[in-house]
């Protein structure tokens, strides 16, 4: 258990929150009582957790699905609506969230043989209708949260199955690498969380390299953003330029990588440099090919991997499935060329 590596993972990142805020549109106003009460219960958790383990190895569960209503409150696990094999629900939205993580469950068990966010098939908890208009999801360190969204700029965070791709990925990495949350490891989390989002998101509506947008969140925003996207993988920085979000400030390239402290060290800001290269070696391999290198990859990462010691595990990576036969010969070229593309 790598509970220090554990992160508050939104997907909408903090500085859009104020932008958004500056234009005059408000989705931060419940996450000061949101974060206090986490943590609060994460540190008894914790405690609770870090006794217990001391004495037995983790149990394997079944990675069944629960998903509660929060029923607008700021509480998880208030109302258990549906449950693994249970019936369905009246609401579509907790129907989409339950079959939305079944896809992304089938997808890891399926394609790695690797089970629910931990591998010892923990349960996949889901909380939906949190807090009031709330626009914004989040993995915390054992389960996930969606908020309604303002219906106006951004619509039910659930939605869409690249989010919650995303937060469930953040799960893995969190139980595999335990990617640090800040600077250059901390984009690489982000970065993998979008990855798998865009991977699952891909199978999901039957696309390729080529045809894939490679869009993240594109399908979350309200009738007053229609056309624009949290991230773009394939132009990063191109998602979304307008009044209410400010510019899309991620790079795609090592001359423009943010130095600031802002957003952990901009993890979500620096995430479009290792994104942009996967998009690359997507298209070089095919998409399915460059997954099973990023998961295989990902096995191999500490929490402290940098984008240059990054570049040195997926090519050592790239060389051994490629001489297994798992991956086609001219990889390690193909991702040698990705990191050069954007001055790694
Ligand atoms: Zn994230």
Known sequence: MKSQHRCHCHIIPPFVVDELKKAGVDISSQDKTINRSFRARRAEQLALRSSESALVAPPTKNADRL??????????????????????SADPIVNTVYENTGAVRSYYKDTFN??????????LVLNVHFG??????????????????DGEVFI????????TAHELTHGVVQYTAGLNYQGQSGALNEHYADVFGSVIKQIAKKETAATADWLIGDEIMGPTLKGQALRSMKAPGT??????????P?????????KGSQ?????????????????LVSVGIETDKAALLWFETLKTLKPTTNFKSFKTAVLKQAKKLAKAGSLPADTETTVKQAFEAVGL
């Open 263 to 279: 957003d952990n060290g901009g993890v979500h800001i620096n995430s479009g440099i290792p994104n942009k290269i996967f998009y």
């Open 132 to 149: 009031k208009a709330y626009a914004n999801a989040f993995w915390d360190g054992d389960e996930m949260t969606f908020g309604d969204g």
């Open 250 to 258: 991620q790079p795609a390239h090592m001359d423009n990588i943010y």
């Open 239 to 248: 998602a979304y330029d307008n009044k209410l979000m400010g510019k899309d």
């Open 67 to 88: 998903v509660y209503d929060s029923k607008t409150t700021q509480n998880q696990r208030l109302l258990l609506v549906r449950k693994e094999g249970g019936a369905a």
């Open 156 to 163: 039910n965070l659930a939605n869409a199955i690249d989010v």
């Open 114 to 123: 690797y089970l629910s966010v931990d591998n010892h098939g923990a349960d």
